[in-house]
């Protein structure tokens, strides 16, 4: 069998591996691996407060997969989706203790949108111009923006914009908050998932539509495969790295509002939680296709909140070194096949 038949079934065969290693570590502590998952199936889908705890879990991870994927159709390993998140979350608090009062929702949650999009957007769009303009490798300088925008948003936060005795912003303009599962139908789950997750599976559709139904988004695709082929062709590469760096820079910062505008209604310290950083994972896991995203958000957030649910069984670390294996899975599997292909 060919490299390129097996490709497809490496995410699936990563999650597999993944899952099994897993569950012989589970073993290892002694516990029964076949509890330990039918717990963790359990605590999550047969309440409606589980099921919410994934859908706000994942409704996060899906615009920091976003974040990774779309710049990641150009060859460009946005790191940086932690700090994106930081600054959009803390302009979107920012703008909304900032609005009347009695700013209606019409005009107030696009603003605050508007304003997290800007300002993850704008710090997505200065690694891009390093690169462009400098050389700088992406990588490197999405890593160090993140610790950046943790000093300035930290030291703003801490100095400037914290409630008093606090590690927290004002509370934002009533206009500015994304209403709750609860509220919006009538439900009895009292957990966090909120109208954003319609706006993310929204921006998702959006994004795929822009990568495989418009121009655009087949000469980013195109930039990626070839640049040079892509030059000759007449297409501004430079441009679309910029164009995707700050993409990917508004993706992260918009799940602002699922953080601010639908759950804390405020900006506080710790409360991205590295998701920037598991965004990462999802993205790899998807192949970064955004519609693959939407499922590799979910497991993510499952093994995210069910390993809390069993915590009392087994430590929650196993989780976080399941989602670590499938991840080194899908960079490995390629390269083992291909070597043991070339062997046979």
Known sequence: MSPKRIEPFIPLLSLLFALVAGSLIIAATGSDPL??????????FSSGYGSGQVLFRATTLIFTGLAVALPFKLRLFNIGGEGQLLMGAFAAALSGIALP??????????VLMLAAMAAGGAWGLLAGWLKVSYGVNEVISTIMLNFIALGLVGYLLTNHFAIPSTVHTAEIANGGIL???????????HSPANLSLFIALGVTAGAAILLYRSRYGYAMIASGLNPDA?????IATNRHILGAMALGGAMA?????????GYKHWYEAGLTSGVGFIGIAVALLAGANPLWIILSALLFAWLDYG????????????????????????????????????KR
Do not use: C, Y
């Not at 509890?35 to 999550?44: E, G």
């Not at 209403?179 to 789950?189: A, C, I, K, T, Y």
């Not at 910062?253 to 505008?261: F, I, T």
């Open 101 to 110: 009062a009695g700013t209606p929702a019409l005009i107030a949650v696009p």
């Open 253 to 261: 910062g918009l799940a602002a509002s699922n953080l601010v505008l």
């Open 230 to 234: 892509a030059r000759h062709a007449g």
């Open 35 to 44: 509890a330990v998952w039918q717990k963790m199936a359990r605590s999550t």
């Open 179 to 189: 209403p709750g599962f609860d509220q919006l139908f009538g439900l009895n789950w």
């Open 307 to 342: 390993g809390l649910a069993v915590n009392t069984m087994v430590p929650k670390d196993i989780f976080m070194m399941v989602q670590a294996i499938a991840i080194l899975s899908i960079i490995s599997f390629p390269a083992i096949f291909r070597t043991g292909l070339k």
